[in-house]
């Protein structure tokens, strides 16, 4: 039986991650992160061993060890020695150095390179912010004349408040005493590495599908001033089916994307498609590659400039088209955010104890016509017939 890759673990430990955070089952949720997070501190653990060996630098790129600031390397190494301690719950409490905003910042910029839908969408670090205020329908008409009660109904829903403080995302992370043992770099690579990839899945999730309750409001739920929300949770939106990515399909889709909720219309430059991985390969690749006159195969053919982004956290056979820069996330908000803090929530040996990272933030789309969630399950690949013309006859055929 032939042995697993790392990277398919990886991703298959990824794969049961968003999972998780579909069934919304803490206790599902709790393990998955776990088992991720051991996973990457093994392959860290192994590629320090390797760099020790061989002080190969490209080692230290790869794995994304950087040079600590001053405050960084200090924290860390309070850190390592709390975690070290007899009693690490009360040490890692009587730590006295706030966790530096320049992980934070690294951690965001992480995301944004290796996610193409967290680099899409306007996705701001709130730092301490608890609350932001988000002009939901953008540019607004100027109005000349006393501020009068027409004028401020008129104007009254445009500006929207977004509550930073109400989805809390807890990343689980394993330390073993190997671990403790490697320095602060590469603690902070771990600690990295560990929260931008459970972070960006969870994200991914929250933008794409959230239900609005503990969570992020997704991309394909009804957020209409008029909607009904039961619970916390908001509707899914009803999808419009199309069979072919054609002129005609598209341009009625844009068309609801381009109407702002106040009754104006909007220009729409360029569209984001998200769509599961295994239907961007067997059905929108297939309807959206063309050969060309020369042999060769053009790829990703649409009838208006749109950017494809693959998305696990999209449910098969669905797909959201949309204005990215209508869909704020904000994350980082809250005093506690960041904070490594002891876990209880699994007793290991001593040699593996398990810490907990919480992260505040929020999201949704700034109004309901930004994006539009369609039923792609029909879509059949592209069918284009060539016709010859001006074809000359032999003798024999005449």
Not at 91 to 116: C, G, R, W, Y
Not at 250 to 256: E, F, H, R, T
Not at 294 to 323: D, K
Request: hydrophobic fraction near 40%.
């Amino acid at each position: 039986m032939a042995m697993k890759s790392k990277d398919l673990i990886q991703q298959e430990l990824k794969n049961k991650l968003v999972q998780a955070f579909k069934s919304e089952n803490p206790d599902d949720i709790t393990q998955a992160f776990t088992d991720f997070a051991e996973s990457v501190q093994q392959n860290v653990l192994q590629e320090y061993n390797t760099y020790q060996k061989t002080q190969d630098s490209n080692i230290l790129a790869k794995r994304g060890v950087h040079q600590l600031t001053s405050a960084e390397q200090k924290y860390y190494e309070k850190l390592i020695d709390a975690m070290k301690s007899s009693n690490p719950r009360q040490a890692i409490t009587d730590i006295d150095i706030a966790f530096p905003e320049t992980i934070i910042d690294n951690v965001m910029q992480d995301l944004k390179s290796e996610h193409p839908l967290l680099s899409a969408v306007n996705f701001v670090n709130t730092t301490i912010l608890t609350k932001i205020l988000v002009n939901k329908q953008g540019s607004q008409m100027a109005t000349w004349g006393p501020l009068n009660s027409a004028i401020t109904e008129q104007l009254q829903g445009s500006i929207g408040k977004i509550d930073l403080t109400i989805c809390k995302l807890t990343a689980y992370m394993p330390m073993s005493k190997d671990m403790l043992n490697i320095g602060p770099a590469w603690v902070d690579a771990y600690v990295r590495a560990t929260l931008t990839e459970s972070l960006a899945l969870a994200l991914e999730t929250g933008i794409v599908d959230g239900t609005g309750k503990d969570m992020p409001i997704g991309m394909d739920r009804s957020v209409a001033d008029d909607v009904t929300v039961t619970g916390g949770v908001y509707p899914k939106k009803t999808a419009t089916a199309i069979t072919a990515f054609d002129p005609i399909s598209y341009g009625n889709i844009l068309d609801k994307i381009s109407q702002k909720p106040n009754g104006q219309k909007r220009p729409v430059p360029s569209v984001i498609l998200v769509v599961n991985p295994s239907d961007y390969f067997t059905k929108v690749f297939p309807a959206t590659t063309l050969r060309t006159t020369n042999g060769t195969y053009a790829t990703n053919v649409f009838p208006f400039p749109t950017t494809v982004i693959q998305s696990s956290a999209v449910p098969t056979g669905q797909a959201i088209m949309g204005l990215a820069s209508k869909y704020f996330m904000g994350i980082g908000g809250g005093s506690a955010g960041g904070k490594i803090e002891y876990s209880d929530e699994f007793q290991f040996l001593d040699d593996n104890r398990v810490y907990v990272v919480r992260m505040y933030g929020n999201g949704r789309a700034l109004d309901d016509n930004a994006f539009q969630l369609l039923d792609i399950s029909g879509v059949v690949p592209a069918d284009f017939e060539v016709q010859v013309t001006n074809v000359v006859k032999t003798k024999e055929q005449a």
